[in-house]
């Protein structure tokens, strides 16, 4: 069977896009395009397909059995396509590219160092740094766009095709300006009283938290504001003492270590879980991302002098 020519990069990503997120408002906010946009673009697709490969319900979005099949094979397709485009580049002596996702754990810890580090072994390599949340880029990984990933595992759903080594384990803190009243709370109910600033529900550690505070008997707070956002999320809790911010330790280490927050003295140990780096199954890394790769596993192992544990995680 020939390959159909109609089909484009554009109508296998915002497929990619739709399925994984299964909306497609978010989808959209990630391709950068308005929703009429990419309904238009998935109809093109199923036109030339002639077959249906979502479906759309109440209750959202949802891959038909054809779907299923066809989603596997297009991110293939797509990562692999974008990944012989680089090497052919780079082979050819113009300057590599390497784009890193960082979620909001290491892009203030660990990443500086890293591509700081990579940039000294590596200068004809062009960094870029995407920061976002877990499922949007290992959508964007999957499908190719970018080159690799740092930080937190997320749910097994979100790591198909997909391997993850681990570096080391963080947990959360909930974390407050030093002279909030929130610091003298012993019970995680009693937060209840104060503004609690919440991850989201695409968060990598929203069901770590969720699972912690329903083991202790506590509600969702109602008094909450939803973010993933290191720079909201600083600047609310250093403005107001009623505000605690529920995030991983190390989006806020170095404030901790210089004394503009301090942690509520709460056990958050259920919360720790795997930082580390994934990057798409079954495909031979560039130079450029196993040199990367290279150096956060030498920064770690100085970090951990008896050395990170290195685990592979794959669906």
Not at 123 to 128: G, I, K, R
Not at 130 to 146: N, Q
Request: proline share 5%.
């Amino acid at each position: 069977m020939n390959v159909d020519r109609r089909i484009k990069f554009r109508h296998l990503d915002a497929f990619s896009a739709i399925a994984r997120a299964r909306s497609f408002t978010v989808a959209a906010d990630q391709l950068n395009l308005t929703q009429p946009a990419i309904s238009k673009t998935l109809k093109e697709l199923e036109d030339i397909l002639d077959t249906k490969v979502l479906e759309r319900s109440r209750s959202g979005v949802s891959l038909t059995p054809q779907g299923e099949v066809f989603l596997q094979f297009a991110e293939q397709s797509t990562a692999a396509l974008r990944h012989g485009l680089r090497s052919i580049q780079a082979s050819a002596g113009t300057a590599g590219r390497l784009k890193i996702g960082a979620l909001p754990s290491v892009a203030s810890s660990l990443l500086p160092q890293a591509v700081l580090t990579f940039s000294a072994r590596s200068p004809n390599t062009q960094v870029e740094i995407h920061e976002g949340a877990h499922l949007d880029l290992t959508t964007r990984l999957r499908s190719g766009t970018i080159d690799i990933v740092v930080g937190r595992l997320g749910k097994p759903g979100t790591m198909i095709g997909l391997i993850f080594q681990q570096l080391f384990s963080e947990r959360v803190v909930i974390v407050a300006r030093p002279d909030s009243p929130a610091l003298a709370v012993r019970d995680p109910a009693e937060l209840e009283a104060y503004r609690v600033l919440y991850p989201p529900k695409d968060a990598a550690i929203r069901p770590l938290v969720a699972r912690m505070l329903i083991s202790k008997g506590v509600p969702l707070f109602r008094n909450r504001i939803e973010t993933a956002s290191p720079v909201f999320g600083r600047a609310v809790t250093l403005a107001d003492p009623t505000a605690v911010w529920i995030i991983s330790q190390g989006v806020v280490a170095d404030d901790i270590a210089k004394g503009r927050l301090k942690m509520i003295a709460l056990d958050t140990g259920a919360t720790e879980g795997a930082v580390g780096i994934m990057s798409r199954a079954e495909e031979i890394p560039s130079v450029a991302t196993r040199t990367f790769t290279t150096v956060l596993q030498d920064i770690c192992a100085i970090d951990d002098p008896q050395g990170a544990r290195m685990d592979e995680y794959q669906e």
